[in-house]
């Protein structure tokens, strides 16, 4: 996708967010490099604003909740099953991979490929299911910067608060 294609790009503490919405919902949010200009458009929709609003709460506060922000996601009806469960990880917390894919009666690749097709990373907190020995990978990858900004929002989740 090209700069222009986004909605709206948000700062993050780590990164920039590239988000794609519709007038009623989010649909997509991309990690960006943290280098780069940022806009948030005076017409943005509601759902764009709602969410830089929640976003802004979430780097202060990581208990933020993101349950009243309309999103409207793709998927299969299995990834869309891993979604849902991923809501109900509490702040804070992790789950093994193994152990959700207990949960839906699945498989712990099959997990791990759902989370990495999740197209709304931090709301839908997908970097909150780890690998039972480390983290585990986040958005199709083991290493390098996707793995630093998985880290970056399990610290921040750990500790409560910002940076």
Wanted: aromatic share 8%; with cysteine; glycine share 10%.
């Amino acid at each position: 996708m090209g700069l222009s294609d986004y909605t709206a790009i948000l700062s993050a503490p780590f990164a920039r967010l590239g988000v794609t919405a519709t007038e009623s919902a989010i649909r997509r949010i991309d990690f960006l490099s943290a280098e780069g200009k940022t806009f948030l458009p005076a017409t943005a929709c509601d759902s764009v604003v709602l969410l830089a609003e929640l976003l802004e709460n979430y780097w202060r506060d990581a208990g933020t909740s993101f349950a009243q922000l309309p999103c409207q996601m793709g998927g299969t009806p299995y990834q869309q099953r891993v979604w849902q469960a991923l809501t109900r990880i509490p702040c804070g917390q992790t789950l093994h991979y193994g152990a959700l894919a207990v949960q839906l009666g699945s498989g712990a690749r099959a997990i791990g490929q759902a989370c990495g097709a999740n197209p709304l990373p931090i709301v839908v907190p997908c970097h909150r299911v780890v690998a039972k020995q480390g983290k585990g990978g986040f958005m199709h990858c083991r290493d390098g910067v996707a793995l630093d900004y998985k880290t970056w929002l399990l610290q921040h989740e750990a500790s409560g608060k910002a940076h």
